[in-house]
Nanobody, 125 residues
Framework: QVQLVESGGGLVQPGGSLRLSCAAS????????IGWFRQVPGKEREAVSC????????YYGDSVKGRFTISRDNAKNTVYLHMNSLKFEDTAVYYC??????????????????WGQGTQVTVSS
C-alpha cells in the first residue's frame, strides 16, 4: 500500500524551530518529486517546498525562503522539512505529497497523487 505519514508538528513559540518528517511506505521517495504544502481554513493549499528526485534540486516559497530547508534521507525513505525562525503566519496544517509522474519539482497541487494525512503546526506565544 502506497502511503505517506507526516509527524513532528506541534505548538512552538515565535522564533522557534520544528522538524517535520514524511515517511513513505509502498514506494521509494527518491524516485519522485516530493513536496510540502500547507493549508489554513478558508484558504487554498499552498506549496511550501519541493525536492526533485533527479538532481536533488529544491524549491522554496517566498514566504519561507531562508527559514525552511527540505532534505531527504534515502536510507530511511523519509523527507524532512526543517523549519526555523517560525512566525505566527506559519500556523497551518502541513502535508507532504508525492508526484509519482514527475522527477523534477512541480508546484501545482493537482500534480501530486499521494498525500499524507497532515500535521498541525501552531506558532503561538
Amino acid at each position: 500500500q502506497v502511503q505517506l505519514v507526516e509527524s513532528g508538528g506541534g505548538l512552538v513559540q515565535p522564533g522557534g524551530s520544528l522538524r517535520l518528517s514524511c515517511a513513505a511506505s509502498g514506494f521509494t521517495l527518491e524516485a519522485h518529486a516530493i513536496g510540502w504544502f500547507r493549508q489554513v481554513p478558508g484558504k487554498e493549499r499552498e506549496a511550501v517546498s519541493c525536492i526533485s528526485s533527479s538532481d536533488g534540486g529544491t524549491y522554496y516559497g517566498d514566504s519561507v525562503k531562508g527559514r525552511f530547508t527540505i532534505s531527504r534521507d534515502n536510507a530511511k525513505n523519509t523527507v524532512y522539512l526543517h523549519m526555523n525562525s517560525l512566525k505566527f503566519e506559519d500556523t497551518a496544517v502541513y502535508y507532504c505529497a508525492a508526484a509519482q509522474e514527475y522527477r523534477l519539482c512541480v508546484l501545482h497541487v493537482s500534480l501530486y497523487d499521494v498525500w499524507g494525512q497532515g500535521t498541525q503546526v501552531t506558532v503561538s506565544s
